[in-house]
């Protein structure tokens, strides 16, 4: 039976990872599926990078996220995007039903475009490439985020506290789940005074910090090169956070999206609402940790979520957890 006939009537959303897709090794059972390999293969042929991102991918010795950000940032990006992008084509290959939409999470936009198909995968690693040489011209200062159990007003109290001026919210992920962004030597007072609390927080594997104004220059030059990026009608709808979970369609909304995680705040929380407000029940990963699909959950009063790729995950395991997860959605609460 098909769910999606079956009197359910629900809407998928397919949610794009960040900078969390990578997972050394993860896609190895998948490596011989075609959706996967063809991914793979386009990636490492246009990358111009002396380091395999299909081997990462597929290895599970490869190097760990938190040494290949410092070692080879560029490679770092190339295989968080390769992963969501041949994640996503195997959730595809594998749904009884085309998906509704899609949704990335901060840089987990461009594999979003790339997956609705208004980028080619090739423009994508284009895309990196030309990221990675303005965030490397830019000489920008040592920065970086801090992932925290605070809510929105929480945090603000504190940075106000703090008189850490230079410290942003970056991301309000969750109720609970709030990012700072900001210079490394400001990060860590913030880190421990938000323990002396009696919350949690922890650094972020990243290359420097997002969704900060310290990055509005790097944001505008990148938005102005992406002018040049021919765009493609997508086939598959794409909402961004960008525009608050709304729909994206003209090519403006789309350049904003895939620009907007350098330097603007990511209302990950907000998004969610309005997609759900919008009619959308089904909402399913494809990351390898699941960690959108939690982020849903805490986010959502009754969400119907689901996270295929979380590891270890072979074609079978997908499509069991597809299958159940579907099914659990079409089913009368």
């Not at 504190?158 to 700072?180: D, G, K």
């Not at 490394?184 to 007072?189: E, S, T, V």
């Not at 927080?201 to 944001?219: D, I, K, N």
Request: some cysteine; hydrophobic content about 40%; overall charge positive.
């Amino acid at each position: 039976m098909n769910p999606r006939t079956s009197g359910g009537g629900f809407r998928t959303v397919l949610m794009c990872p960040g900078q969390g897709a990578y997972l050394p090794g993860a896609l190895g059972p998948l490596r011989d599926h075609p959706p996967v390999s063809a991914v793979l293969e386009m990636v490492d042929a246009h990358a111009g990078v002396n380091v395999s991102v299909a081997t990462l991918l597929t290895e599970p010795g490869s190097t760990p996220p938190e040494e290949l950000v410092v070692t080879h940032p560029l490679v770092f990006d190339l295989a968080t995007y390769t992963a969501a992008v041949a994640a996503a084509s195997v959730v595809r290959d594998l749904l009884p039903a085309p998906a509704d939409a899609v949704i990335g999470h901060s840089v987990g936009d461009l594999a979003a475009l790339t997956v609705a198909g208004a980028l080619t995968i090739r423009q994508g690693v284009q895309l990196l490439t030309i990221r990675d040489r303005l965030l490397r011209d830019a000489r920008l200062p040592r920065a970086g985020l801090l992932v925290t159990d605070m809510t929105w007003n929480q945090a603000t109290a504190l940075l106000h506290e703090a008189h850490s001026p230079r410290v942003r919210i970056a991301a309000h992920n969750a109720p609970t789940q709030t990012v700072l962004a900001g210079p490394g030597p400001d990060l860590a007072p913030l880190q421990q005074a938000a323990r002396a609390r009696g919350h949690r927080a922890a650094p972020l594997t990243s290359r420097t910090a997002f969704h900060h104004p310290l990055l509005a220059e790097v944001q505008r030059t990148f938005r102005r090169l992406l002018q040049s990026q021919p765009l493609r009608r997508p086939v598959l709808p794409i909402h961004t956070t960008a525009t608050d979970g709304r729909r994206a369609d003209a090519p403006a909304q789309l350049r904003t999206a895939a620009a907007s995680h350098l330097a603007d705040p990511l209302h990950f929380t907000r998004a969610l609402h309005t997609l759900h407000q919008a009619g959308f029940t089904t909402y399913i990963d494809t990351g390898p940790r699941a960690v959108l699909s939690t982020l849903t959950k805490t986010n959502l009063p009754t969400p119907h979520t689901c996270a295929p790729l979380r590891t270890p995950a072979n074609l079978n395991r997908i499509h069991d957890r597809l299958t159940t997860g579907l099914v659990t959605a079409d089913s009368p609460t």
